[in-house]
Structures are given as C-alpha cells and as structure tokens.
C-alpha cells in the first residue's frame, strides 16, 4: 500500500464503486428508463434502489474530494491540474469514442429498431454527431462522472490557495454537530429549490442542480479529509448516526408516496428529509470505517486500482450481455447470474490487459507504467 494511503477511505470507494455495479445491473430490470431491458421487469426493486439513490454518487463524490486533497501533499496546483487531466481526460476520450458505443447501439437498436450493425453504426452515425435517433450521439453515458470529477478538480486546482482558509472553517464547523447538520441543510436546499423543474440532466453545460449538489459534496470532501477531530467524532457517535439513518429513512419510506415531488411546503420538507437520509447513511459509513478498517492490505491495494478500469468497463458489458440474452428469456435469476459473472469476468480481463499492455494503462484508467 502506498504510503499515507487510509484504508477505511479506500474501502468506501472499492465498496461505493461495486455497488455501482449492482445498481446498474438492477437497471435492467427495474421500470425506470436506461439504454436496455430485460424482458422480466421487477417492480420489486424500485425499493432497495431507491433507498441507494439519495448516497451512493454523493459518496462517490465526497471520496473523489478527499483524494484529491490528499494530493496536495506531492503536488502543486499546476502540477494536480495536469495530472489529473490525463488521469481523467484520457480515459474519457476513449470511452467516449470506443467503450460507450456499443450502448448507445443497443438503445437505438431496442428503442428505435436500427437494423444495422455496431461497425455500422459506429462509423456512420455515432461518430457523425447523427442526432436523427433522439440520442445525443457521440455520448460520454456513466462516464459523466469522470467529465465532473475532472471540472470539479480544474475549479479546486484554480482556488487552491484558498484550502488554509476552507481548513480553519471546517475545523469550527465540520468536526462536530455541524459535520451532521450543515451538509443536510445544504443539500436540503439544493433539492428543495434548484431541483424542481430542472432536476438531472448529466449535461455538464446545463446541470445546475447536480453541479450545486456534486461541487458542494467535493468541497466537503476537500474540507474533512485531514480534519481528525471530524473523523473521530464521526466513529465515536456511529452507533447514534445510525439511529438517525434508520430515523430518517422510515420516515421517507411512510411520506414519500404523499410529500415526494410535491408543489409546496411538503415537497420542500420532504427535500430536506430526503438529504438527512443521505447524509446520515454517508457519516456512518465514514464512521464504522474509521472505527474499523486500521490497516490496508495487498488485496485491498490491488482492489483499489481496479475500481477505475472496472467502473469504465462495466455498463458496456451490463447493456451488451443484456441484449444479447434476453431473446431467450432465461428465468430471470439464471439471467442475472450470468449478466454479473459476464461483467465481472470483463471487468477484471480489461484490468489485466491493462497491467499488462503499457499503452492501455492510461486509457483504461490506471497510472502510466514506471
């Protein structure tokens, strides 16, 4: 493990990102719209996802701040701007130009009834801006994570200068109630007022409400990544949060049929319980990390490394495998099964190629060889 590295941070991001994994596989069967679908749709699993939605890109987010200040130690703001411009814009190239089209293939080929095939398409429309579809094409999909993670780490390189300043204001607002209390009231806010009307649109030049949302739990990020007092509260009172997240979440569940996405006071009180949901379920995972995880270990190190390559690959397999098996209609575990063991098997071949071929490592997501 590399030195200075926290492994209870390390473990958040791995297990963030394997969710992400079964959220998107979840994708396929729930009602809700994606680029593909099973032929077997589960309203059941509108439930456990949407418990997950509220957190699981905040977290992700948060976590992406924390690195990012823990960069600061070997880094300049020049020097971070750069490097994470490769980091980050390289594999969003390549994934926008060779790992999402297969996607968007599939989603005019069940949407709209393309009859041509990928090579096709891919030449003759994707890569010729051909709107005709109803689709943005070419598209960056789930890699609009990474188009954010790098605007948000071209901002933090640019205000640099300013992290004295934002340390010495956490260190009075973040390391007590406060860590529990203001991130509710701001993410309450941004939902209450920004959402409606607007909501998400994964549009980097039109997506106010994400942005506000996303730049805010980044600065959090930032803000509590070397404050220990904050951590330290957050595993003394973990068994308290908890409490409050089991609080809030039966709350949600009893109200959201009557208050969610509501006009008025209800809809906006609804906003904030939602966020006290999210936040309480984020600072008890920090919590019981911390309290927990002391020491990394070779296999969390490896695991680490391979969440960015995986997360590039793994909606690309999801879709593809997916369309490809539902004319069969397998029952719908057997198909599932073989949709996660396909996507995993991907997943960890392309991290393997990766290692082992210099000029993949930077597009599929790893650091450049040594």
Same mark, same amino acid.
């Given at each position: 493990?590399?030195?200075? *590295? *926290?492994?209870? !941070?390390?473990?958040?991001?791995?297990?963030?990102?394997?969710?992400?994994?079964?959220?998107? @596989?979840?994708?396929?069967?729930?009602?809700?719209?994606?680029?593909?679908?099973?032929?077997?749709?589960?309203?059941?699993?509108?439930?456990?996802?949407?418990?997950?939605?509220?957190?699981?890109?905040?977290?992700?987010?948060?976590?992406?701040?924390?690195?990012?200040?823990?960069?600061?130690?070997?880094?300049?703001?020049?020097?971070?701007?750069?490097?994470?411009?490769?980091?980050?814009?390289?594999?969003?190239?390549?994934?926008?130009?060779?790992?999402?089209?297969?996607?968007?293939?599939?989603?005019?080929?069940?949407? %709209?009834?393309?009859?041509?095939?990928?090579?096709?398409?891919?030449?003759? %429309?994707?890569?010729?801006?051909?709107?005709?579809?109803?689709?943005?094409?070419?598209?960056?999909?789930?890699?609009?994570?990474?188009?954010?993670?790098?605007?948000?780490?071209?901002?933090?390189?640019?205000?640099?200068?300013?992290?004295?300043?934002?340390?010495?204001?956490?260190?009075?607002?973040?390391?007590?109630?406060?860590?529990?209390?203001?991130?509710?009231?701001?993410?309450?806010?941004? *939902?209450?007022?920004?959402?409606?009307?607007?909501?998400?649109?994964?549009?980097?030049?039109?997506?106010?409400?994400?942005?506000?949302?996303?730049?805010?739990?980044?600065?959090?990020?930032?803000?509590?990544?070397?404050?220990?007092?904050?951590?330290? $509260?957050?595993?003394?009172? *973990? %068994?308290?949060?908890?409490?409050?997240?089991?609080?809030?979440?039966?709350?949600?569940?009893?109200?959201?049929?009557?208050?969610?996405?509501?006009?008025?006071?209800?809809?906006?009180?609804?906003? $904030?319980?939602?966020?006290?949901?999210?936040?309480?379920?984020?600072?008890? @995972?920090?919590?019981?990390?911390?309290?927990?995880?002391?020491?990394?270990?070779?296999?969390?190190?490896?695991?680490? #490394?391979?969440?960015?390559?995986?997360? !590039? !690959? %793994?909606?690309?397999?999801?879709?593809?495998?997916?369309?490809?098996?539902?004319?069969?209609?397998?029952?719908?575990?057997? #198909?599932?099964?073989?949709?996660?063991?396909?996507?995993?098997?991907?997943?960890?071949?392309?991290?393997?190629?990766?290692?082992?071929?210099?000029?993949?490592?930077?597009?599929?997501? @790893?650091?450049?060889?040594?």
């Amino acid at each position: 493990m590399a030195a200075g *590295r *926290r492994p209870d !941070i390390d473990v958040l991001r791995v297990g963030a990102f394997f969710l992400l994994i079964l959220y998107h @596989l979840g994708m396929f069967y729930v009602p809700w719209g994606w680029h593909a679908k099973s032929t077997h749709i589960l309203p059941e699993l509108q439930l456990p996802m949407g418990l997950l939605n509220p957190w699981r890109l905040t977290l992700l987010f948060l976590i992406s701040g924390m690195a990012t200040r823990f960069m600061s130690a070997n880094l300049a703001p020049a020097g971070l701007a750069a490097q994470r411009s490769w980091r980050l814009g390289i594999p969003l190239l390549f994934g926008i130009l060779v790992v999402v089209p297969p996607q968007s293939w599939v989603e005019v080929v069940e949407k %709209h009834g393309y009859a041509g095939g990928l090579l096709e398409f891919w030449t003759a %429309h994707y890569l010729m801006f051909d709107h005709g579809f109803g689709v943005i094409l070419p598209t960056y999909n789930h890699l609009w994570f990474i188009a954010y993670l790098w605007l948000y780490t071209l901002i933090a390189a640019a205000l640099w200068k300013m992290l004295p300043a934002l340390d010495r204001l956490a260190a009075r607002a973040l390391t007590g109630p406060g860590l529990l209390v203001i991130p509710v009231i701001l993410f309450g806010g941004y *939902r209450a007022f920004l959402f409606p009307g607007r909501g998400e649109t994964h549009i980097i030049w039109d997506d106010l409400y994400d942005h506000a949302h996303y730049l805010t739990t980044f600065v959090l990020g930032l803000a509590i990544a070397r404050q220990d007092d904050a951590w330290k $509260f957050l595993a003394k009172y *973990r %068994h308290l949060i908890l409490a409050g997240v089991a609080a809030t979440a039966t709350m949600a569940l009893l109200l959201s049929g009557t208050w969610e996405d509501k006009h008025g006071w209800r809809g906006q009180a609804f906003a $904030f319980l939602r966020a006290g949901y999210a936040w309480t379920t984020i600072c008890a @995972l920090m919590g019981y990390a911390h309290h927990h995880i002391r020491r990394g270990s070779k296999l969390l190190s490896t695991l680490s #490394e391979a969440v960015f390559p995986f997360y !590039i !690959i %793994h909606q690309t397999t999801i879709v593809v495998t997916g369309h490809f098996l539902s004319p069969y209609r397998l029952p719908v575990l057997l #198909e599932a099964g073989i949709i996660l063991a396909a996507t995993v098997a991907i997943c960890v071949a392309i991290y393997v190629l990766a290692r082992a071929v210099p000029a993949l490592r930077l597009p599929l997501g @790893l650091k450049p060889a040594a």
